[in-house]
């Protein structure tokens, strides 16, 4: 039988901040219990910061300025806390919070941080699936852990360890190794691929592109952390049959880093349809895009007409609707906002009928009878516009090309078209002064969600150079 009584050594962290932004905030406090050869070690310090500490969070942890006013930074305690990790399995609740802030500090003075990861909160999920939450209060309500100082780091590091010693008696050593393995990478590899070649992928911001035989493209995603997504790919493999087709084919993976999500979301567009690798479902070009147009006909009604993809210039022309990848695809998307809306297919173009004759859905209820008089034009050109309006595509509200600050890089963009990322003033303003880009639908999504949201404050609008 095997000897489940030593496991890897374990190191149980938790920090306290002075916020959640990784590049924004700092850490005030990080306490480590470590297991190793079931003799416990503890390591704490309080850090200065070196920034302000909101009232909630001092409210929340104790922790005050004058605290830690007098307390090492993290760049003096740096070799300390890298001794204390180093070798071990970095175990935390909510591991990808606390992981990232002692990463993230450890990066700011060139110290490159990769530890394994166990996340509790992913652990109490498998071993306790009934269980309806898994926040750290629900854990100490659900398995009686003793609280000595909560919201502290030493603290809540000691809940962790109490909760893995309550998951040792409840599932036994051996299912709780074989969760432990499961949960930070242990699952065979694919045959082709080495360990080495997984701990050189960066868990940081980017595209992966994963080859078959011959190099031949197999499938590219993206991911805010390259690393752990390519595992986990090769993880599901044991229960999903996607990813077990993947992992059986798979003999290469390259990467390319980005300095955010918005720029990975733009270069996983731009690779899948330059490479069109065979097990993505998402292939579309758009080089037959078309989109609706609304124009009055001689008789005053409002008819859309479709615009191929030779005359679409999106972003520049203000009355398109909808955009699709064909015309079958544009023609479904009217016919279902006709029985929506309960608008005529005869007026619409959908359906053909004699001059004085009612279209099919009048017959039976579904039209306002536009088409027979029985409802005036006007009010059916209205119902048009403002059924369509929906799915109206919003032209470029920028006078000139912009950039969208992203980490150290500037993506560049015009008419909703990516122009390239920049990392300095002179790359940047030849970007804005390069040819249009082509229009992408895809990538226009995304921009269209981007720029309305999270990355409205990082505009920098450019004005093009002669």
């Known amino acids: 039988m095997k000897n489940f009584s030593h496991y890897p ?27 190793a050869n079931e003799q416990e070690s503890v390591w704490e310090n309080l850090i200065n910061p070196e920034t302000f500490i909101p009232l909630n ?30 070798g071990k399995i970095f ?24 530890p394994k990861v166990l996340c509790t909160v992913k652990l109490s999920r498998l071993l306790f699936p009934d269980q309806p939450r898994h926040n750290l209060d629900t854990i ?11 919201h502290r780091a030493l603290g809540d590091a000691d809940l962790l360890l109490q909760f893995w010693r309550v998951c040792e008696q409840k599932v036994g050593p051996e299912r709780l190794l074989n969760a432990l393995n499961q949960l930070i990478g242990h699952a065979s590899l694919p045959p082709h691929i080495d360990q080495s070649l997984i ?70 567009s731009k690779l899948i349809k330059e490479r069109m690798p065979s097990m993505n479902i998402k292939l579309r070009r758009s080089k037959d895009l078309c989109a609706w147009r609304l124009a009055h006909d ?12 030779q005359e679409l210039t999106p972003g520049l022309q203000d009355n398109l609707y909808g955009l699709f990848y064909s015309k079958r695809e544009a023609h479904a998307y009217l016919e279902a906002v006709s029985k929506k809306y309960r608008l005529c297919a005869a007026l619409l173009g959908l359906e053909k009928v ?21 409802s005036p034009i006007d009010m059916h050109n209205l119902q048009v516009q403002t059924a369509l309006n929906f799915y109206k595509v919003q032209a470029w509200p920028y006078q000139s090309p912009i950039a969208v600050r ?6 560049v963009l015009n008419n909703w078209c990516y122009l390239g990322t920049a990392i300095n003033e002179e790359e940047l303003y030849e970007l804005a002064d390069s040819e249009q880009g082509e229009f992408d639908l895809d990538i226009y999504k995304l921009l269209k969600k981007a720029l309305a949201g999270p990355f409205k404050q990082q505009v920098i609008k450019l004005n093009q150079r002669n």
Not at 406 to 411: A, F, L, Q, S, V
């Open 9 to 35: 050594t374990l190191a149980f962290v938790d920090i306290e901040t002075t916020g959640s932004h990784f590049e924004r905030d700092r850490i005030t406090e990080i306490g480590i219990k470590t297991l």
């Open 57 to 86: 969070i001092q409210r929340l942890t104790g922790i005050s300025p004058r605290m830690v006013a007098g307390q090492p930074n993290f760049e003096d305690l740096a070799l300390q806390i890298k001794k204390e990790l180093e």
């Open 91 to 114: 175990v935390a609740h909510n591991a990808r919070f606390d992981h990232g802030f002692i990463k993230a500090s450890f990066k700011r003075i060139g110290i490159d941080f990769r």
């Open 140 to 150: 100490i309500n659900a398995h009686g852990l003793s609280v000595s100082a909560r």
């Open 199 to 268: 701990d050189a992928i960066p868990d940081a911001p980017g595209c992966y592109i994963m080859y078959g035989e011959n190099r031949s493209p197999l499938y590219i995603g993206k991911s805010i952390a390259l690393r752990s997504r390519v595992v986990g790919h090769f993880q599901a493999a044991l229960t999903n049959r996607k990813e077990m087709k993947l992992s059986m084919q798979v003999h290469d993976v390259d990467w390319i880093e980005t300095s955010g999500e918005l720029g990975a979301l733009i270069l996983e």
């Open 298 to 309: 001689s008789a005053g009604v409002l008819r859309p007409t479709l615009v191929s993809h």
């Open 354 to 374: 004699d001059e004085g004759k009612s279209c099919f859905a009048y017959q039976v209820k579904q039209c306002t009878g536009a088409c027979v008089g029985m």
């Open 406 to 411: 992203e980490g150290d890089e500037m993506i």
